[in-house]
C-alpha cells in the first residue's frame, strides 16, 4: 500500500523537479562580462558591408550583447542586419533585421537572446550588416583605433582591421 503511494507521487515529483531545473537554471544575473569603448565612426555601412567583432565568452550562458551604433544625426534608409554565430560559421545563431531609420543615435543596441548554456572558452562573431543602404544614407558602429580587448579581433568584410568595436557582452549567472 504504501508503495503504490509512493509510486503514485514520483511521476509528479520528478516532473518538478525537473521543470525546476529547465526554468529555474535560466533564472539568475545578467553579468556584464566584456565591455569595450571607442569613439571612432568605422565608416558608413552601406549595402554589402558588414562590420563584426570576434570575441570569447569567459562564461556559460551568453545571453546577450550590446553593439554602439551612430546614425550621422540623420534618418537613414534600407535595413540593418544586427547577429551573432560561431566564429567561422555562415549561419546566424541569432540575428535580427531592422530598419536604419529606427535606431538610436549613438547609443548601444542591445540584442538579447534565450542562454547559450555551454558558451565558456567559445569563440563568436557579432556583426551589423547591411543590404541596401547607401553612402550618406546609412549608420556606423564605433570602434577604437587601439586593440582594446585581445581576446578578438574587428573584422569588416571578412578582413581583420587594427582596433576593436565598442561593445559589451552578458552572461546568465544561474541558479544552478
Not at 69 to 79: F, Q
Not at 85 to 111: C, F, H, V, W
Amino acid at each position: 500500500m504504501k508503495q503504490n503511494r509512493f509510486k503514485r507521487f514520483l511521476i509528479p515529483i520528478i516532473l518538478i523537479v525537473l521543470f525546476i531545473y529547465v526554468y529555474g537554471g535560466n533564472i539568475g544575473k545578467m553579468t556584464e562580462v566584456i565591455s569595450t569603448d571607442g569613439t571612432q565612426p568605422v565608416g558608413e555601412i552601406t549595402g554589402g558591408t558588414e562590420v563584426g567583432q570576434t570575441f570569447v565568452s569567459s562564461m556559460n550562458n551568453l545571453s546577450g550583447f550590446s553593439i554602439k551604433l551612430a546614425t550621422y544625426a540623420r534618418k537613414n534608409d534600407g535595413h540593418v542586419t544586427i547577429g551573432i554565430r560561431n566564429y567561422g560559421d555562415d549561419q546566424p545563431i541569432y540575428s535580427t533585421r531592422i530598419k536604419a531609420e529606427s535606431l538610436a543615435d549613438n547609443a548601444y543596441y542591445d540584442m538579447r537572446f534565450p542562454p547559450i548554456k555551454f558558451s565558456k572558452d567559445k569563440k563568436y562573431y557579432i556583426y551589423v550588416s547591411s543590404e541596401s543602404s547607401t553612402k550618406d544614407h546609412s549608420i556606423t558602429a564605433y570602434m577604437s583605433k587601439k586593440d582594446t580587448y585581445a581576446g578578438g579581433s574587428l573584422i569588416r568584410n571578412g578582413k581583420e582591421e587594427p582596433g576593436d568595436l565598442a561593445f559589451k557582452v552578458v552572461c546568465n549567472r544561474t541558479l544552478f
